[in-house]
């Protein structure tokens, strides 16, 4: 049977990326850089703050040391927390199907969002205490599509349970191709929900796509894990 999921955020249970864009683009904007939607989607969605902010200057010729990424950074986190104010970011079906998991399995995320962006949504959503473990931004050297992010949440989630997990009885829920990469290179199954990037775009790193998030049965990734 399936013994673990992990979850990606920013994309699967947080239809945060609209405003992670807006954060974004206010930030550079003030930098006198301009940034379009489609440029976001197709070039920095795969990146950590970190990474996105060195790609950014690598493309607009710009010499950001790593005291002021860490002060863009800053800056659009608080930009981030003010669009995020008083509405709820998660999709539609996210917070039930967190609990069906939950109740059956133990759960993990591995993101690329900055820890205390997601604890404050999941504080406020009440889930936070369904998780047994979380890896964010600032909990690994190398960001998806390296193995890494999914790496040290299966380890985490070894230590809860008293010994490691076989990673192939694991599933990874991702939505886009770096996601789906790092989480096979870390030796998982994979879930594609298909509510950034098109199915068809994602068919080919999953083993399972879903239309949404809201979609998710735990008997099916049991199904998922027995092949």
């Known amino acids: 049977m399936v013994?673990?999921?992990?979850?990606?955020?920013?994309?699967?249970?947080?239809?945060?990326?609209?405003?992670?864009?807006?954060?974004?683009?206010?930030?550079?904007?003030?930098?006198?850089?301009?940034?379009?939607?489609?440029?976001?989607?197709?070039?920095?969605?795969?990146?950590?703050?970190?990474?996105?902010?060195?790609?950014?200057?690598?493309?607009?010729?710009?010499?950001?040391?790593?005291?002021?990424?860490?002060?863009?950074?800053?800056?659009?986190?608080?930009?981030l927390e003010a669009l995020e104010r008083d509405i709820s970011v998660l999709f539609p079906g996210a917070a039930a199907a967190v609990r069906r998991a939950a109740a059956r399995v133990p759960v993990a995320i591995a993101s690329g969002a900055l820890g205390h962006e997601i604890r404050r949504v999941l504080d406020r959503e009440g889930l936070t205490s369904c998780f047994t473990a979380i890896v964010s931004a600032e909990d690994t050297t190398r960001s998806k599509p390296a193995p890494d992010p999914y790496a040290h949440a299966l380890a985490l989630l070894g230590s809860a349970a008293g010994g490691p997990l076989e990673a192939g009885?694991?599933?990874?829920?991702?939505?886009?191709?770096?996601?789906?990469?790092?989480?096979?290179?870390?030796?998982?199954?994979?879930?594609?929900?298909a509510q950034t990037y098109p199915a068809a775009a994602l068919t080919a790193a999953a083993d399972l796509v879903l239309a949404s998030i809201g979609d998710l049965d735990v008997n099916a990734l049991t199904d998922l894990c027995a092949e």
């Open 169 to 193: 009885r694991c599933v990874a829920v991702e939505d886009s191709i770096w996601g789906l990469e790092s989480a096979r290179a870390a030796g998982m199954r994979t879930v594609a929900v």
């Open 3 to 79: 013994r673990a999921i992990v979850f990606d955020f920013d994309g699967v249970l947080a239809n945060s990326e609209p405003l992670h864009y807006r954060s974004l683009q206010n930030i550079l904007a003030q930098e006198g850089i301009p940034l379009t939607e489609d440029d976001y989607y197709a070039r920095y969605l795969g990146f950590d703050d970190v990474g996105t902010f060195e790609q950014i200057a690598r493309d607009r010729g710009r010499r950001w040391n790593d005291d002021a990424i860490a002060g863009l950074i800053a800056r659009k986190s608080v930009v």
